[in-house]
């Protein structure tokens, strides 16, 4: 995806205190969306990737420089939300969680390393706690550029919207919901009437991406012409990797945005960005 910076008529620079920021970091690059709430507006987006000559940098030397060359983000906002796309997370039960105990969670099923510490999001869909983890160099730099910054993990979007998009459904089949992240993706299933998972697979080509796709969802015995399938993040229709996936499902639907908010960008599809987009939306 190509650099771009979109806004709309009525967003000004000198109004940045009453937006609305969402902001996420990978190593391929960043992207934020600007939330005019009086207007109940998007009122821009951007995308950056980061050149060659930080490709071998740190996540943190590569938050760094957003920081510091990026104009929109040297302002103040009235709210501001954080994401690293990150596959290091643990779901845990709100009648299970103890914020005390919130390292031995999370290192039941990961190892948590020294430079990293944990923070954790409320997910109400699934009355359940995400507990994630984050570079402490980047906590540091976000809170003090942003002291009043919202950390929150790229699951929590997605497993409210499995959950909710599959309790409204007119026919009961199984539901299956996919975003895509530069060099990961996102799976969840929800079958009979509960939601069942959730993973993270790391892939480095299509026919890794296609295998943890269909083996995840042979796993839970769902034959792809009796199931709804909805896909989100880094896929774009007339692409190779878009032809190359429908010779294995053949209807690849894109998540259509329901925040309620105007999204006035005729030459950006809302699928692209979705947990982005709707970052604000969560009750953190």
């Known amino acids: 995806m190509k650099n771009f910076f979109v806004f709309n008529e009525g967003f000004s620079k ?65 709210t501001v939300f954080f994401s690293v ?28 390393d020294e430079y990293e510490e944990l923070h954790f999001n409320y997910i109400k869909k699934a009355n359940a706690y995400n507990i994630f983890a984050i570079p402490s160099d980047i906590t540091t730099l976000m809170v003090n550029k942003f002291p009043e910054v919202i950390f929150v993990h790229q699951n ?11 309790e409204n459904l007119k026919f009961k089949l199984p ?22 998972m959730i993973n993270t697979y790391q892939y480095t080509d299509d026919n890794d991406f296609i295998y943890y796709v269909l083996n ?20 774009e229709k007339d692409t190779e990797f878009y032809y190359f996936i429908h010779q294995y499902i053949p209807k690849i639907n894109f998540l259509k945005l329901n925040t309620g908010l105007a999204f006035n960008f005729k030459d950006v599809e809302g699928h692209l960005f979705y947990n982005l987009l709707n970052l604000h939306n969560e009750d953190y």
Do not use: C, W
């Open 14 to 78: 000198s109004k940045t205190a009453s937006y609305i920021l969402s902001l996420q970091i990978s190593n391929s690059g960043y992207s934020y969306t600007i939330v005019d709430s009086a207007g109940n507006s998007y009122a821009a987006i951007n995308h950056h990737n980061f050149d060659k000559k930080l490709a071998d940098k740190s996540l943190v030397e590569k938050a760094e420089s957003m920081l510091k060359e990026d104009l929109f983000l040297s302002k103040n906002y009235k």
């Open 85 to 112: 796309i990150e596959s290091k997370s643990t779901l845990v039960p709100k009648e299970m969680f103890d914020r005390k105990q919130i390292k031995k969670y999370f290192t039941f099923t990961q190892p948590l």
């Open 156 to 166: 929590n979007v997605f497993v409210n919207d499995i959950i909710s998009r599959a």
């Open 175 to 196: 539901y299956i919901q996919i975003n895509i992240n530069p060099g990961s993706f996102d799976i969840g299933i929800f079958k009979d009437d509960k939601f069942q």
């Open 216 to 235: 995840t969802i042979n796993q839970y015995d769902i034959k792809l012409n009796k199931a709804y399938i909805n896909f989100s993040g880094l896929i």
